[in-house]
């Protein structure tokens, strides 16, 4: 577009609220202008949509546009725009019934009733500021995949989803558990236990054998427990709440977290 851009020249923009886009960069250039010109569709709030450029010179009209479709041009046109999910208002719904064989879904929406919309995008680009990312200390998951853990705001910025830091709470820093991911080995946790001052050991009839098996570690000191260990989870049993710190404190040394 830069290669080609000359001037003057007619932009159509389709967001009235000229937030978006390259509309922003074109208004910052043009605002300024009394030559220029900014056609607006009436019942639009000029003064609203033009706040962020103040002072303008630009000169503003309004008009009204005349927009429509006609009923029997829906399905052809739904046939080239092939969306997954259509609005159609409930009054025209028997004069334009939806195909059978359609790959898209119909929502049907009446005036003064809330209805809810299903986000039907699976996920979406996020920016990060590069002193931000710096800052990060990911933790290798395996060897496609790091994981790290931040505090962020998510913010919009001219059509962009950009992170943010967040403001430091060194209160909430002290109190934040790690998250923890994959399996627990019973035996290190034992050893961490131990090494802790816990009088504990697997029970007589533990069997580590078997995969998938539910290995269990009976606590008699500092007070009694009992930790259950499984390829999904780890339980806690304990009614003491220092020793179940000690528990997790221990459980923490063992396992990797963020």
Not at 27 to 33: F, T
Not at 82 to 87: C, I, N, S
Request: glycine share 4%; with cysteine.
């Amino acid at each position: 577009m830069t290669a080609a851009w000359k001037e003057p020249c007619i932009v159509f923009c389709p967001d009235w609220s000229l937030r978006h886009s390259t509309a922003v960069h074109l208004l910052r250039r043009w605002h300024a202008d009394k030559r220029n010109l900014l056609i607006l569709e009436e019942g639009v709030d000029s003064e609203l949509t033009l706040k962020p450029f103040m002072p303008v010179a630009i000169q503003v009209l309004e008009c009204s546009f005349l927009s429509g479709i006609k009923v029997r041009k829906v399905n052809p046109l739904l046939s080239v725009l092939k969306p997954k999910l259509v609005l159609f208002p409930e009054e025209l719904k028997s004069r334009c019934p939806s195909k059978e064989d359609a790959p898209w879904s119909y929502l049907y929406y009446s005036k003064g009733k809330t209805m809810e919309i299903p986000n039907i995008r699976e996920d979406f680009e996020v920016g990060l500021p590069t002193d931000f990312a710096f800052g990060l200390q990911p933790r290798q998951l395996d060897k496609a995949i790091a994981v790290a853990r931040l505090r962020a705001k998510l913010h919009l910025s001219n059509g962009q989803y950009v992170l943010v830091a967040a403001p430091k709470d060194q209160s909430d820093q002290s109190m934040r558990q790690l998250l923890h991911w994959g399996a627990v080995d019973a035996a290190r946790l034992l050893s961490a236990l131990q090494e802790k001052g816990i009088a504990c050991a697997f029970p007589a009839d533990d069997d580590d054998s078997s995969a998938g098996c539910v290995r269990s570690i009976l606590i008699t000191s500092p007070a009694e427990a009992l930790v259950k260990i499984t390829s999904e989870k780890t339980m806690i049993y304990c009614d003491d709440e220092n020793t179940t710190k000690q528990i997790y404190d221990a459980l923490s040394s063992v396992c990797n977290g963020i």
